[in-house]
């Protein structure tokens, strides 16, 4: 992908320093939106302006800054998505005939258009807000370990657990949804000779048995999404109870703290705040690397169709013939198809 996107590499280059600026301006509001709560409540005025106009600036800050991300990520993906079909399609003009007796054109159409489609989403959202969640789930953790270490780490040791089914959620999301693109593919194939043949499927009245093909493709894939979607139940599930175990968490230790005059109420607000937002962006992070795992599995065939090399009738340099006359006499020639040899 970094091939194809290499030469306009400053508008990655860009979008990649408009989403750091604007995660660490994220990161930062919970801060000083806790700090302007506690020096209002305790009628410090001075100390209240300055807190409300750096909220304000980071707010500001980070609202130009997440527009100019989403434009250019926007950007770099339709650079990607374009010379991807360009180089599939170059690619797919230059093999040899054999190949499109092995291939149907239905599939092949189908991976210019939904596969590539799929790749679409990789940049401009994907990859975007995986960096982005991952620096602003960072520095929260930064924070929530110097404001205090037990209850930091008590919420690292959940992030891990989410990790940990992030992972293995994120592998069943790559082998279903390159199952679902082949199937896909089958489909379209089943539809493509049907519709081309229609006047001979007419003649013999195999309406019923075309329909009965399609349909075991359609079966399979909804087998496939029914699947899909009970693990992304489970992974609901898991995310839900860790979240709620970090709040219940925070408040015990944290309450308990306060009683013993270890930290005050605004920095329990703040370690809330944080831990939330570290919890969260790495429910981001997870949701966002399936799909980015989906886009891979879908993009798989596209690669290796792009990897193939062209056809020797293409590479060949060729005699150059210093005299030619116009009598051309054939003695013994016989020839074949790799995939007809008969």
Same mark, same amino acid.
């Given at each position: 992908?970094?091939?194809?996107?290499?030469?306009?590499?400053?508008?990655?280059?860009?979008?990649? #320093?408009? @989403?750091? &600026? $604007? +995660?660490?301006?994220?990161?930062? %509001?919970?801060?000083? /939106?806790?700090?302007?709560?506690?020096?209002?409540?305790?009628?410090?005025?001075?100390?209240?302006?300055?807190?409300?106009?750096?909220? #304000?600036? @980071?707010? &500001? $800050? +980070?609202?130009?800054?997440?527009? %100019?991300?989403?434009? /250019?990520?926007?950007?770099?993906?339709?650079?990607?998505?374009?010379?991807?079909?360009?180089?599939?399609?170059?690619?797919?003009?230059?093999?040899?005939?054999?190949?499109?007796?092995?291939?149907?054109?239905?599939?092949?159409?189908?991976?210019?258009?939904?596969?590539?489609?799929?790749?679409?989403?990789?940049?401009?959202?994907?990859?975007?807000?995986?960096?982005?969640?991952?620096?602003?789930?960072?520095?929260?953790?930064?924070?929530?370990?110097?404001?205090?270490?037990?209850?930091?780490?008590?919420?690292?040791?959940?992030?891990?657990?989410?990790?940990?089914?992030?992972?293995?959620?994120?592998?069943?999301?790559?082998?279903?949804?390159?199952?679902?693109?082949?199937?896909?593919?089958?489909?379209?194939?089943?539809?493509?000779?049907?519709?081309?043949?229609?006047?001979?499927?007419?003649?013999?009245?195999?309406?019923?048995?075309?329909?009965?093909?399609?349909?075991?493709?359609?079966?399979?894939?909804?087998?496939?999404?029914?699947?899909?979607?009970?693990?992304?139940?489970?992974?609901?599930?898991?995310?839900?109870?860790?979240?709620?175990?970090?709040?219940?968490?925070?408040?015990?230790?944290?309450?308990?703290?306060?009683?013993?005059?270890?930290?005050?109420?605004?920095?329990?607000?703040?370690?809330?705040?944080?831990?939330?937002?570290?919890?969260?962006?790495?429910?981001?992070?997870?949701?966002?690397?399936?799909?980015?795992?989906?886009?891979?599995?879908?993009?798989?065939?596209?690669?290796?169709?792009?990897?193939?090399?062209?056809?020797?009738?293409?590479?060949?340099?060729?005699?150059?013939?210093?005299?030619?006359?116009?009598?051309?006499?054939?003695?013994?020639?016989?020839?074949?198809?790799?995939?007809?040899?008969?």
């Amino acid at each position: 992908m970094w091939e194809l996107v290499a030469e306009d590499r400053w508008v990655v280059f860009f979008a990649f #320093v408009a @989403l750091i &600026i $604007t +995660a660490v301006s994220e990161v930062s %509001i919970p801060h000083y /939106l806790t700090a302007s709560i506690f020096s209002a409540q305790s009628s410090t005025i001075p100390l209240f302006h300055q807190n409300v106009r750096r909220l #304000v600036l @980071l707010c &500001i $800050t +980070a609202g130009i800054c997440s527009g %100019i991300r989403g434009c /250019l990520f926007g950007v770099a993906n339709m650079i990607l998505v374009k010379r991807l079909r360009e180089k599939l399609y170059s690619t797919l003009l230059l093999q040899d005939i054999s190949f499109f007796d092995s291939e149907t054109v239905g599939g092949l159409t189908s991976r210019l258009g939904s596969d590539c489609q799929q790749v679409s989403r990789v940049i401009g959202n994907d990859l975007n807000l995986i960096m982005r969640n991952v620096l602003q789930g960072t520095g929260a953790l930064a924070y929530l370990l110097f404001l205090s270490l037990p209850l930091g780490l008590c919420v690292l040791v959940i992030c891990i657990s989410l990790s940990a089914i992030m992972l293995i959620y994120g592998q069943y999301q790559k082998k279903s949804a390159k199952l679902t693109q082949e199937f896909t593919a089958s489909a379209n194939e089943v539809a493509q000779e049907t519709f081309s043949l229609m006047r001979t499927v007419r003649v013999y009245g195999t309406e019923k048995l075309e329909l009965g093909r399609y349909k075991q493709w359609l079966d399979k894939l909804a087998g496939i999404s029914l699947r899909q979607s009970a693990a992304y139940g489970f992974w609901n599930f898991g995310f839900n109870t860790l979240y709620h175990s970090t709040q219940v968490i925070a408040v015990l230790i944290g309450g308990m703290s306060i009683l013993s005059g270890q930290i005050t109420a605004e920095q329990l607000t703040k370690f809330i705040l944080y831990s939330e937002w570290l919890i969260y962006s790495t429910w981001w992070v997870g949701d966002n690397l399936s799909n980015l795992m989906q886009s891979i599995g879908a993009s798989e065939k596209v690669f290796h169709l792009i990897d193939l090399s062209p056809s020797d009738q293409f590479t060949a340099k060729g005699l150059k013939l210093q005299k030619l006359t116009g009598r051309v006499e054939f003695v013994n020639v016989s020839f074949h198809y790799p995939s007809r040899t008969m």
